[in-house]
């Protein structure tokens, strides 16, 4: 089916395809409701007014593939669980000039929206810009014991990029002295989320692992890649990433296009420019603290600052498509990749819940600003706050009529489902028979019924693991087990055992109906077991990935391990192999200790922990340690220790 551009949107006179355009805008750590339209804290009129804009539906239930960064970012790509392309979490370093990654993403080369694009023949030009956080840029990576896995190895023609975590402010002002002096570090007072060797600027005052740069490709330069050089402004949202948008799209010249734009905001390090965080301060651009509440704090300031400019820098691209005769024919979506930091425990619960009202009180308690609204859990969580996230879908050609609102469940795998079929297009032969868990969404932009709609979220491991959590998903039903912020032993319910909620009156998952509905427990139960079944198939014959669960039975991480000197250390390297077990620790020794109290351990791994990569529980002291069923290092992981026992 040929979706036509209409005539009103033949601006300046340019010749346009009558192809469509796809762009998909990724927000950074964003809570279900941080934005305006929500009831939230920061201002975002430009988003507001998109969402009561004709050709555009809020999608009330739309929900990120995965609890944590990479994971869902692969799932824009795929159309797949992240799990099934052998990504579990976050891997890598601020810059490639601090390390290689080894991010070993879709090794079989899994298709992807940008091959989508390629595959219809119809001239289209794919575009990635943002936070990368795949893998390597360099095209010879392996030479320097990574893996290359950059937008280029993916399918997209051009990116403009970086590797991972960048700050929201004057994001590469850390890679040398000079850029230094101009760098806005808002309430962190310094430089943090640092994660690598070295710095490409030379020593004091730049910290190893702290230059965060932009990187395109250049065949003509060494790696097949070259950087900034020159200060990357302020405002990384609008005159760096939004910027970059509107150049690709009117040397474009009417020609249609696949983009992806991940914008930084408003990860940590969130900063605001002075300029924002002063508005919001003055309550030109936030909602006033409510009586009695205390002034928004530093922290709250940047956040809310960053949210402002992240809806600023979407009116800017928004503009730019209207301007250049695309907008009407381009299908537009709109989300974030997770729930808000930071988690609460003991049951997901950061003050409020069904309690809290609109506007400020939207403060959690907790020590991160974002806002889940009424949903229990935050980034990480298999409940909904975890993963019900922003989202919303523009498409004037096809979604005819006055704005509208949406609660059909939609997640991020469904992009590629929906490109696939507007386009015409399938995966290739060799890939036909591959799970795939994207449906596509044209039925809900008509304006008709979908289908039921079933998916599911395992945090970490492809397992059903109460510790990490897992949650299924069928029709209104969720079943949701364990997860990072449930402690079963302070919470006021037994949250490691299987849960039972309607979506369809109670997103808050205030009710548990395990009791009252066990059929309805056992069937959804059966699904998730079916899926996650169907998940490592994908795992092992599929993508063939190195940390496909095998016969191993999962052992219990040690309850208070004591440290041991007892191993042989290798630096900077992590383990291949899926964890038997996983636990947080203070020290390697204790990692050390937990192995040789297991059996079956034959390594671990100790990932320190910081406030760019907590440990799995989402703490930002110690690390986790990894226990492995065999010693397999795996060459870069700057800072990981892997122990041997003796």
């Known amino acids: 089916m040929t979706y036509l551009l209409l005539a009103s949107a033949l601006a300046l006179g340019k010749q346009q395809s009558t192809a469509p355009s796809f762009l998909f805008l990724l927000g950074d750590d964003i809570g279900w409701a941080d934005f305006s339209y929500n009831n939230g804290t920061a201002a975002s009129p430009r988003i507001k007014e998109w969402t009561q ?37 976050v891997y890598g370093c601020s810059d490639m000039t601090e390390c290689v990654p080894h991010f070993n993403f879709a090794p079989q080369r899994t298709f992807t929206i940008g091959d989508a694009a390629r595959a219809a023949n119809k001239n289209y030009t794919s575009f ?5 956080h795949l893998g390597s840029f360099y095209n010879d990576s392996e030479a320097y014991g990574g893996v290359t896995s950059s937008p280029i190895t993916h399918g997209f023609d051009f990116f403009n990029a970086t590797v991972e975590v960048a700050p929201t402010a004057t994001t590469n002002c850390e890679c040398t002295q000079e850029w230094y002096k101009n760098c806005n570090f808002g309430h962190n007072n310094g430089p943090t989320h640092c994660n690598g060797k070295g710095n490409p600027g030379g020593g004091t005052p730049l910290k190893p692992g702290c230059c965060f740069n932009y990187w395109w490709n250049d065949v003509d330069s060494d790696h097949g890649v070259t950087n900034l050089t020159t200060p990357s402004p302020d405002n990384d949202a609008r005159d760096y990433l939004a910027d970059s948008f509107v150049r690709f799209l009117e040397a474009r010249d009417g020609a249609p296009f696949m983009a992806q734009i991940s914008i930084h905001n408003c990860h940590d390090p969130f900063i605001g420019t002075l300029e924002e965080r002063a508005k919001c301060n003055e309550t030109d651009s936030c909602n006033a603290p409510l009586p009695g509440a205390a002034p ?36 537009i979506w709109f989300t974030t990749d997770n729930g808000p930091e930071v988690n609460c425990h003991p049951e997901g619960r950061c003050g409020g819940g069904s309690t809290i009202p609109p506007g400020t009180l939207h403060r959690p308690a907790s020590n991160g600003p974002g806002s889940a609204g009424p949903l229990r859990g935050r980034k990480r969580d298999v409940w909904e706050g975890g993963h019900r996230v922003p989202g919303i879908i523009s498409w004037p050609a096809v979604v005819t009529g006055p704005p509208r609102v949406s609660w059909d469940p939609v997640i991020t795998m469904d992009f590629l489902a929906t490109v696939m079929e507007v386009l015409d297009v399938e995966r290739p032969a060799s890939q036909k028979d591959w799970a795939f868990d994207g449906v596509s969404v044209m039925p809900i932009l008509r304006g008709e019924t979908p289908a039921v709609r079933e998916f599911g979220h395992m945090y970490m491991t492809a397992t059903a693991s109460v510790k990490d959590g897992y949650s299924y998903r069928y029709g209104n039903w969720k079943l949701a087990v364990g997860g990072i912020s449930c402690d079963p032993g302070q919470a006021s319910f037994d949250c490691s055992k299987p849960q039972l909620y309607n979506m369809a009156s109670d997103i808050a998952e205030d009710m548990n109906l395990a009791e009252k509905e066990p059929e309805i427990l056992a069937a959804i139960m059966a699904n998730f077991t079916r899926w996650q079944k169907s998940v490592l198939n994908s795992m092992a014959n599929e993508s063939m990935c190195s940390n496909t669960p095998g016969p191993t039975p999962s052992a219990p991480f040690p309850a208070h391990p004591q440290p041991s000197t007892q191993c042989k250390i290798t630096q900077d390297s992590g383990l291949s192999g899926n964890d038997i077990a996983h636990g947080v620790v203070q020290t390697y020794e204790e990692c050390c200790g937990a192995c040789k109290m297991i059996d079956a351990c034959k390594g671990a791994d100790f990932r320190p922990a910081s406030k760019m990569r907590p440990a799995f529980d989402g703490s930002s002291t110690g690390g986790t340690c990894h226990i492995k069923a065999a010693f397999q290092p795996n060459g870069q992981a700057p800072g990981a220790v892997a122990c041997q026992p003796l």
């Open 296 to 331: 928004y704090s530093s922290a709250e300031l940047d956040f809310y600052a960053c949210l402002n400019e992240l809806d600023e820098s979407v009116g800017v691209m928004l503009d730019a498509l209207k301007t250049n005769g695309y907008y009407e024919n381009t299908m």
């Open 53 to 89: 804009t004709p050709g555009t539906i809020t999608m009330q239930d739309f929900h990120s593939g995965g609890t944590v960064c990479s994971p869902t970012r692969a799932t824009i790509l795929t159309g797949r669980n992240h799990f099934r392309d052998c990504v579990d979490y």
């Open 128 to 132: 990635f810009a943002g936070k990368w």
